[in-house]
């Protein structure tokens, strides 16, 4: 089966509704600001974020009210401090109030990869001493029936929208990404549906070892996206751009400048290359 490669746009509109639940996963590098700003641009609203460690694109989505719920394992600025929107949301309910759904990381994986393998739920040792049971409900306890070992217990993610960002993919549609992989291959089969928006499109992948490829049938939609995952970083392609990720702390720190920002470089700008070209002026 062959995925044809449409522009952004075009696969926000075809594949993301309000009230959707959408997987936007990529762990340090590969995270797929594009895409995130495309669904800011469309104005979705009422979407069920899910992303183990939610960092600048969810605090841009919650911001812009994209958000009605976070299911998250760890939540802020990485190597700088707390996400500003994300925090105004859940202690003043700006711009609308958020619900959170915390777990832990060993927690978010395991219920992906059972989503993956249509189990209904995930079974992992964890959260021993830890008081997140006692604030979430998806957080249980059971007792495993061969060796009567107390077990943690969490509902699988099947996410209506699994959203990646990755290195390559070819013209029959298969994904290729290297570096550091963390859960894409696992929501891609987990969710409904799945973007992935790409440095390139390429006559062959020429996969190294070891590297995760994601076959056609996994996908609905391939953008070409020079760039997608900036600030953050693609391996192979271009590095972390650090100046920008200290920079969005004083840009979030306040609803105002926070709002100027997006109005002026997301919503001001008619796709992701040209806020990358409006931001490099």
């Given at each position: 089966m062959s995925t044809s490669s449409i522009s952004l746009a075009e696969a926000i509109r075809l594949h993301v509704s309000d009230g959707d639940s959408v997987a936007l996963e990529g762990f340090t590098h590969l995270i797929p600001f594009?895409?995130?700003?495309?669904?800011?641009?469309?104005?979705?609203?009422?979407?069920?974020?899910?992303?183990?460690?939610?960092?600048?694109?969810?605090?841009?989505?919650?911001?812009?009210?994209?958000?009605?719920?976070?299911?998250?394992?760890?939540?802020?600025?990485?190597?700088?401090?707390?996400?500003?929107?994300?925090?105004?949301?859940?202690?003043?309910?700006?711009?609308?109030?958020?619900?959170?759904?915390?777990?832990?990381?060993?927690?978010?994986?395991?219920?992906?990869?059972?989503?993956?393998?249509?189990?209904?739920?995930?079974?992992?040792?964890?959260?021993?001493?830890?008081?997140?049971?006692?604030?979430?409900?998806?957080?249980?306890?059971?007792?495993?029936?061969?060796?009567?070992?107390?077990?943690?217990?969490?509902?699988?993610?099947?996410p209506d929208v699994a959203i990646i960002h990755a290195q390559k993919a070819d013209r029959q549609g298969n994904v290729l990404l290297w570096g550091i992989v963390g859960v894409q291959k696992e929501i891609a089969l987990a969710a409904t549906r799945c973007i992935v928006t790409v440095e390139e499109i390429v006559d062959k992948l020429e996969a190294p070892p070891n590297a995760c490829v994601l076959p056609a049938w996994t996908i609905d939609a391939i953008c070409e996206v020079p760039g997608g995952a900036f600030p953050s970083y693609a391996h192979g392609y271009y590095e972390r751009d650090n100046a920008a990720y200290l920079a969005w702390d004083a840009v979030s720190k306040s609803r105002e400048q926070f709002t100027a920002w997006m109005d002026q470089h997301v919503l001001g700008t008619e796709n992701f290359a040209e806020f990358r070209h409006q931001l490099a002026s």
């Open positions: 594009a895409a995130g700003h495309e669904i800011i641009r469309q104005r979705r609203r009422d979407l069920t974020l899910v992303r183990l460690t939610p960092d600048l694109i969810c605090d841009q989505l919650i911001g812009m009210g994209c958000a009605k719920k976070l299911v998250f394992s760890w939540g802020g600025h990485p190597g700088v401090g707390s996400l500003h929107r994300f925090r105004d949301a859940v202690e003043k309910a700006w711009p609308a109030p958020l619900e959170i759904d915390e777990r832990s990381h060993a927690a978010m994986s395991a219920a992906y990869v059972a989503g993956a393998a249509g189990l209904p739920m995930a079974v992992l040792r964890g959260f021993v001493g830890s008081d997140l049971p006692n604030h979430n409900a998806n957080i249980r306890f059971i007792e495993c029936p061969f060796t009567q070992e107390k077990l943690a217990a969490t509902p699988a993610i099947n």
